[in-house]
């Protein structure tokens, strides 16, 4: 009988958290052989924002053969989102894991879910032993905390949002962030192009991974790498929008609302920006600042911006 154990916890875009779990597994991996002489695996996972998803552990669970796997959650203080979705991304995976291993040789695995570690009467007692402990002296300085960077607005030609929430997590988008990146890497295009920014759940789960780009308002849904080449390539290099890739969406507005076209001819010079709202991307793009000089305007570097809006100011420090 094998057995394997993944520690699932939200990395909520800091990718320093995933580091700290994989730090955490090895360590207790050291501690249950040690102690216990239990030889189990102990992989990790994110149930959302992270490189690695709940379902990607399970599917290695599955092809290592385990026939009994336990999902830890931890997460400090408790978070009951992460329980109940762990719970759910967990009854998904197993219809799928079901569907996956049909007609093939082995089952799926008989998954059970730990107590969150929050709950443990020893969490108490650790955080005793820390007030109790030893402390230091702050001398970090104050400078990073107000950079001048954090007030550049930058001048990105469009902003993309990559849904990283539990659903788009275990649809793919962890494959989807990696591609972007690449793309924006070594593509036409690059980070002082295009803003990138993960975020939670956008509500079409059903539809994920989902991908959005603004200011165009174009919603890409069941996005994969192949897609993703697409969207860079033609979308934000080339302004046409891959009309295949996404679903049309109406917008409400609300009764009080100025309508767009009304609210750019009140404010400003005869028919200038409402002309520019009007266009398609192509034309957009071409009454934007020169890249080369949008490059040089910015005070931050494009990969030290990208960082700064993929996790908190504190972590790029
Ligand atoms: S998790 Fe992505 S739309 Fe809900």
Not at 97 to 119: E, F, M
Not at 234 to 253: F, I, M, N, Q, Y
Request: glycine share 6%.
């Amino acid at each position: 009988m094998s057995r394997e154990i993944v520690l699932v916890g939200r990395a909520l875009g800091a990718p320093s958290a995933e580091r700290a779990l994989g730090d955490l597994a090895s360590r207790l991996a050291e501690r249950l052989n040690a102690q216990l002489h239990l030889d189990v695996r102990i992989d990790t996972a994110m149930l959302d924002h992270g490189e690695r998803s709940l379902h990607d552990a399970l599917d290695g669970c599955l092809d290592s053969g385990a026939d009994h796997v336990l999902v830890v959650p931890v997460q400090i203080p408790r978070d009951r989102y992460l329980e109940t979705w762990t719970a759910k991304a967990i009854a998904h995976w197993r219809e799928r894991g079901a569907a996956r291993v049909a007609g093939a040789r082995g089952a799926v695995p008989d998954v059970r879910i730990a107590a969150p570690v929050s709950q443990t009467a020893e969490l108490v007692q650790a955080l005793c032993a820390v007030v109790d402990g030893p402390s230091r002296a702050v001398t970090e300085s104050p400078e990073s905390f107000r950079s001048p960077s954090w007030s550049d607005l930058g001048e990105h030609r469009h902003h993309v949002l990559v849904c990283r929430g539990p659903r788009c997590s275990s649809h793919g988008s962890p494959a989807v962030a990696d591609a972007l990146g690449a793309c924006l890497r070594d593509g036409p295009v690059g980070y002082d192009d295009v803003l990138v920014t993960n975020t939670g759940c956008l509500v079409p789960c059903n539809l994920g991974p989902i991908v959005v780009v603004q200011p165009d308002d174009v919603w890409y849904t069941s996005v994969d790498a192949d897609a993703v080449r697409r969207i860079v390539d033609d979308h934000l290099a080339g302004g046409r929008v891959v009309e295949d890739l996404c679903t049309p969406r109406s917008r409400r507005s609300a009764p009080h609302e100025t309508p767009v076209e009304e609210h750019h001819a009140s404010v400003e010079p005869p028919g200038q920006r409402h002309q520019a709202s009007m266009r398609p991307p192509e034309q957009h793009q071409a009454s934007t600042v020169p890249t080369g000089q949008r490059h040089q305007a910015s005070t931050v570097p494009p990969e030290q911006h990208h960082a700064s809006m993929m996790s908190t100011p504190q972590e790029n420090a």
